[in-house]
């Protein structure tokens, strides 16, 4: 059965990248373009992974890892964190919400394949 | 605000006092009379006048000078006065300016912004679908081209060589047939032999038959049946001779037509041989040539294939590099909210702006090296190459 990822970030070019990377390595995507719209694609319906960006308009990557985890049916869903930030004090604040990894940007696509397939459910 | 730094405008008149007329016009007279009076023994007489006009000098110099620094001063405030208004008033045009051109600016980077981001859009939907069809055509077109026509040549060449294979047993079931023909030929050979036999043996009847006559007709009446008997055997030896002279004639014919049928089967065979010689040597032909095409296809594909998997390779890093727009993005958004919030911090001219808690702000709303770099005033990088890792928590 193929598996679904939500990819989370107000940009739409790193939407795209994403997505193709993960379309071609055979994974089903859903887009969101910021945390509110993520937690409305969480529909119950069964989500193998969630890749979000940190700083985002409306609802941050944080505050959405935060609401996710405390839904019971995404609780145990992994999160990896894809974002420009890479101060200390922020992967600390991703670690505490409940993020898996915390991946910098820009990405390679192979990189970001290998955390998905150590993560994703 | 420039002319604010200007020199001061000042009159020339305050620095010079002695242009007051009375004291101009007091100062010759008296030193002349002061001479005169010396010279001429009333020497007391100068020295009192000289004090009371020095003391009157003194007094009305004293006033002078007061009256300069007032006016001085008058000068002095009224200038302070124009400038305070005309900074004033800068301060508010600028401010109006301010006011008037941030809503523009921020309009401004959000469009430049937008357009980044649909081009970058465009141009990555452009390099997906490139990356689309070389993977396609890289894992499917040059490879199962290949390999069909390998494995089609490799089928193609098995079933020639069975062909061959059933024409070469075919044409060795000829040639038994032939060497059959050949032992029915040796067969005919002896029933010939045969039918003269039984020409030599029914000649030899007929003359014992004839001499069985000859002695019945001497032995006269007694010998009468047995000349019957005689004639019987020479009418029988007769026809055993017609008979074998038929058998004769019919195993000629038999052996001329087996003959000529060998003789037809072995220029078939012969023929055959000489076609299948040629044709495989022509079918080898065919398949080297066959072979080296296949070689040269399989190796253009090779070429094909790696030109397109480098190609994919650097469409893909350009996708990477189109991240960029993200990192823009991100810089023109803080960009612009710092200038909202500077706008609005002048909207309240009662508020005292604390700049390094303003900067401190500032810097705490980066989210990227780069930007840190920037604030800092040192030289940034293109890309936080140094950052680019995966934390695993």
């Given at each position: 059965m193929t598996k679904r990822i939500l990819i989370v970030d107000d940009s739409a070019s790193i939407r795209q990248v994403v997505s193709t990377t993960l379309q071609g390595a055979g994974y089903e995507t859903i887009e969101a373009c910021d945390g509110m719209d993520g937690l409305k694609k969480l529909d119950g319906s069964k989500i193998n992974l969630i890749i979000s960006d940190v700083n985002m308009p409306k609802m941050d990557g944080i505050s959405f890892v935060k609401e996710l985890k405390a839904n019971p049916a995404y609780k145990f869903t992994p999160v990896i964190m894809l974002t420009t930030e890479s101060q200390e004090d922020k992967k600390a604040q991703g670690k505490a919400a409940g993020a898996k990894a915390w991946v910098v940007k820009p990405f390679q696509p192979q990189q970001m394949l290998t955390a998905v397939e150590k993560l994703v459910m | 605000m420039q002319q604010i730094a200007q020199p001061m405008p000042v009159s020339s008149d305050w620095k010079n006092p002695w242009i007051d007329p009375v004291c101009r016009h007091m100062i010759l007279p008296q030193f002349a009379l002061s001479t005169v009076l010396l010279f001429s023994g009333f020497w007391w007489l100068p020295a009192s006048v000289l004090g009371v006009l020095s003391f009157i000098?003194?007094?009305?110099?004293?006033?002078?000078?007061?009256?300069?620094?007032?006016?001085?001063?008058?000068?002095?405030s009224a200038e302070r006065s124009a400038i305070e208004q005309r900074f004033e008033r800068e301060s508010r045009?600028?401010?109006?300016?301010?006011?008037?051109?941030?809503?523009?600016?921020?309009?401004?980077?959000?469009?430049?912004?937008?357009?980044?981001?649909?081009?970058?859009?465009e141009l990555s939907q452009r390099f997906k679908a490139i990356v689309n069809r070389l993977s396609d055509s890289g894992s499917s077109d040059f490879q199962s081209d290949a390999e069909v026509?390998?494995?089609?040549?490799?089928?193609?060449?098995?079933?020639?060589?069975?062909?061959?294979?059933?024409?070469?047993?075919?044409?060795?079931?000829?040639?038994?047939?032939?060497?059959?023909?050949?032992?029915?030929s040796d067969y005919t050979g002896e029933l010939?032999?045969?039918?003269?036999?039984?020409?030599?043996?029914?000649e030899q009847t007929n003359l014992l038959a004839l001499n069985a006559a000859i002695e019945s007709a001497r032995a006269g009446e007694a010998g009468r049946g047995f000349a019957v008997v005689a004639n019987e055997?020479?009418?029988?030896?007769?026809?055993?001779?017609?008979?074998?002279?038929?058998?004769?004639?019919?195993?000629?014919?038999?052996?001329?037509?087996?003959?000529s049928t060998q003789?037809?089967?072995?220029?078939?065979?012969?023929?055959?041989?000489?076609?299948?010689?040629?044709?495989?040597?022509?079918?080898?032909?065919?398949?080297?040539?066959?072979?080296?095409?296949?070689?040269?296809?399989?190796?253009?594909?090779?070429?094909?294939?790696?030109k397109a998997t480098e190609t994919q390779r650097d469409v893909e890093?350009?996708?990477?590099?189109?991240?960029?727009?993200?990192?823009?993005?991100?810089?023109?958004?803080?960009?612009?909210?710092?200038?909202q919030g500077l706008s609005d911090k002048l909207e309240q001219p009662s508020e005292q702006i604390d700049?390094?808690?303003?900067?401190?702000?500032?810097?705490?709303?980066?989210?990227?090296?780069?930007?840190?770099?920037?604030?800092?005033?040192?030289?940034?990088?293109?890309?936080?190459?140094?950052?680019?890792?995966i934390t695993f928590f």
């Open positions: - | 000098i003194t007094i009305r110099l004293g006033r002078q000078v007061a009256n300069v620094q007032k006016q001085q001063l008058e000068q002095l045009q600028t401010l109006e300016m301010y006011r008037v051109s941030h809503p523009i600016w921020s309009r401004q980077l959000r469009t430049a912004n937008e357009q980044s981001e649909i081009a970058v859009m026509l390998s494995k089609l040549f490799a089928s193609s060449e098995n079933e020639i060589v069975t062909v061959m294979k059933e024409l070469r047993q075919s044409q060795n079931s000829r040639r038994d047939i032939l060497s059959k023909m050949d032992a029915l010939k032999r045969m039918a003269q036999e039984v020409v030599g043996i029914a055997v020479r009418t029988l030896s007769s026809r055993s001779k017609d008979t074998a002279a038929r058998m004769t004639d019919n195993v000629n014919r038999i052996h001329e037509s087996i003959a003789a037809a089967t072995e220029q078939t065979i012969n023929t055959q041989t000489e076609l299948m010689n040629r044709a495989e040597q022509d079918l080898e032909e065919v398949l080297k040539k066959l072979k080296h095409l296949m070689k040269e296809h399989s190796e253009s594909s090779v070429l094909l294939q790696n890093d350009i996708l990477v590099n189109l991240q960029f727009q993200d990192r823009l993005s991100q810089i023109l958004l803080q960009v612009t909210g710092s200038m700049v390094q808690s303003w900067l401190d702000d500032m810097e705490s709303s980066y989210a990227m090296q780069e930007q840190r770099t920037n604030h800092a005033g040192q030289k940034s990088h293109n890309s936080d190459a140094d950052d680019n890792d």
